[in-house]
């Protein structure tokens, strides 16, 4: 095996330079007033899309006064803590310690990512590297399902979770996140751009289905697995899984600050401060993956994969 895993490092090393090689004699053909426009441009699209974020984050530190005040300011005048103590102060009070809610929180997206992205791949591999009876039908009814707005799903799902009695488990929230499409959809999509003479090689050469699906295909579609992870860790994240948890003790933290801060319909008035900072709190992680994995994430969406 170890001169099959030679051979197969020559054809990655070369598909890799290819690669680099195609990506270095990309060169724009504007000029510079057509640099200046789209620079422009996209600062004003940036501008648009920055702005809830800007105006969250100032919402976290203003006092109760400056929240309310009307017309909203987008930065905050007086900073304060107050809010993010009041949200600690509160949380430790609670029958349930923050901590568990956190725990709990991580736990079930940890658990549906690593779920999603391995079951996803295995599907995107087997579907793009190998022609079976079925295999177009099924690619399709993957792409039909993007299509649905996840609220539509929710009462079938429900029924169905609840005659295989799993209506407040764990596995409620962490099995459905392994069937996520848009995961396969991206990695299949980018599968596609792998050659078919890379795969075949290696199958002459004696490598196992397993061999070329973990060492060959999935370290060059890591852009796309990255996505996948950060569109995976954002739905599991901020979802209060409200129809599904009802324990106390496995309640995630968005539903846990979503019952401080009382229903949207009927709101308390007096806990915004600490409404906006748990919102602060929860925007902390998805942020900070995606500025991580945003180059990966441009990469896949640009779908800049190999071709032959």
Known sequence: M?????????ALAKVRKRKGASRAIRKPNRSLGGDIFIWIVLA??????AFPLVFNINNAFKPLDEIFIFPPNLFVINPTLNNLQDLFIIMSRSWVTFTRYI???VF???????GHLFFASLGAFAVSKYEFPGSKFFFGLIITTLMFNPFVLQIPSFLILAQLNWIDRPLAVIIPAFGMPLGFFLLKQFMDTIPVSLVEAAKIDGASEWYIYARIVMPLVKPALLTAM????QALWN???HLLIHTEQLKTLPLAIQQIIGSPHAPNIARQGVNAAGILVMMIVPIIIFVFAQSNILRTMASSGIKE
Not at 2 to 10: G, I, V
Not at 44 to 49: E, K, N, P, Q, S
Not at 230 to 233: C, G, N, T
């Open 103 to 105: 725990f709990n929180t």
């Open 108 to 114: 079930y997206t940890a658990s549906g990512t690593i």
């Open 44 to 49: 004003v699209f940036g501008a648009f899309f």
């Open 230 to 233: 950060v569109f995976s860790i």
């Open 239 to 241: 979802n209060p899984q």
């Open 2 to 10: 170890d001169a099959l895993t030679q051979k197969n490092q020559l």
